[in-house]
């Protein structure tokens, strides 16, 4: 028998899908209500509840083993995903559909889902202030950021198919990188995002490309990124791209990526400062490397003019 996902991450093995279903919402921290649909058997299969907390996301894998509907209340506060492993219908505000892709619940509405009793399916969670915490990490931290799920549907991803492949993969297979999930979560999610500076009052949209790109930039910070390698990596020509770093950050991708790093620098080495156990173990050419500006002496250039102090004085 195939071993089931999540399945290193054994939580609850129960006939009752109450309890499967108490199992689930400890861990994602999300309540939520199950109901069977079928008078209860003479012979009951049991459920299957696997799964933990993986960096700022919890996953669970769920298999009731009997048919049940599942009501979900509107998930404010809460970002869910779930990621069906066989068909699974789905109403929302009386529209009625059979999902198989991926989507996030609405912030709106509750959600009704009759899951696939034996294939089940992957229940990623996330705080919602966790994501946009992250999103203003890459757009500017003097931004408002919020994520707009409060439409009466399933929310539909970008690029549903890459992320069902991505979650499935890191919930069969062992070692994967839990920040692959958070990775594609933000991809999916980038049509949701919105954002305004200081005293404006409409939000502004960025183009749905633009979150990815940032999201890869600031996990490659040591690689040799060029504008040309970052828009493969986003599907978007390098014009295009480059006009969305203006547009909505207004800077060129050239300066972003050098800010990045510098920024990633200055954490760097005020962590060193802080641990001062570690004195004398890390030097300036290393947090240069570390961050993709191997020239030493232009690092110390580009640092001072930012930060207006040589990184070399934060060593001491």
């Known amino acids: 028998m195939t071993a089931r996902p999540l399945s290193a991450y054994p939580v609850e093995r129960a006939e009752d899908p109450s309890r499967l279903r108490d199992a689930v919402g400890d861990l994602i921290g999300y309540d939520h209500l199950v109901v069977t649909r079928e008078p209860v058997a003479a012979a009951r299969r049991h459920g299957v509840v696997n799964g933990g907390r993986?960096?700022?996301?919890?996953?669970?894998?769920?298999?009731?083993?009997?048919?049940?509907?599942?009501?979900?209340?509107?998930?404010?506060?809460?970002?869910?995903?779930?990621?069906?492993?066989?068909?699974?219908?789905?109403?929302?505000?009386?529209?009625?559909?059979?999902?198989?892709?991926?989507?996030?619940?609405?912030?709106?509405?509750?959600?009704?889902?009759?899951?696939?009793?034996?294939?089940?399916?992957?229940?990623?969670?996330?705080?919602?202030?966790?994501?946009?915490?992250?999103?203003?990490?890459?757009?500017?931290?003097?931004?408002?950021?919020?994520?707009?799920?409060?439409?009466?549907?399933?929310?539909?991803?970008?690029?549903?198919?890459a992320l069902h492949r991505t979650w499935h993969s890191f919930a069969t297979v062992q070692g994967g990188d839990p920040a692959d999930l958070v990775d594609t979560l933000l991809t999916g999610l980038s049509s949701f995002v919105r954002f305004r500076d200081g005293g404006a009052v409409d939000w502004a949209t960025p183009p749905p490309y633009l979150t990815p790109a940032l999201r890869h930039l600031h996990r490659h910070l040591a690689d040799p990124l060029t504008l040309a390698d970052l828009g493969d990596t986003v599907g978007i020509g390098t014009r295009q791209l480059q006009l969305a770093f203006r547009a909505h950050l207004g800077c060129t991708a050239q300066q972003y990526l050098r800010d990045a790093r510098l920024d990633r620098s200055w954490h760097l080495l005020q962590r060193h400062t802080a641990h001062s156990a570690a004195a004398g173990t890390l030097t300036v050419s290393a947090v240069a490397a570390e961050v993709g500006i191997p020239h030493t002496g232009r690092f110390a250039a580009y640092f001072a003019q930012r930060f207006r102090v040589l990184p070399s004085a934060l060593l001491h």
């Open 54 to 161: 993986f960096d700022e996301l919890s996953l669970v894998y769920v298999a009731y083993a009997t048919p049940v509907r599942v009501i979900a209340p509107a998930a404010a506060g809460h970002v869910v995903l779930v990621v069906p492993l066989g068909p699974m219908t789905v109403e929302v505000a009386g529209h009625r559909e059979t999902r198989t892709t991926p989507f996030v619940l609405s912030a709106a509405s509750d959600t009704t889902m009759l899951p696939d009793p034996d294939a089940g399916a992957l229940v990623g969670a996330v705080d919602l202030g966790t994501l946009v915490a992250l999103l203003r990490d890459l757009f500017g931290t003097e931004r408002e950021m919020t994520l707009d799920l409060s439409h009466r549907r399933p929310l539909d991803l970008n690029a549903a198919r």
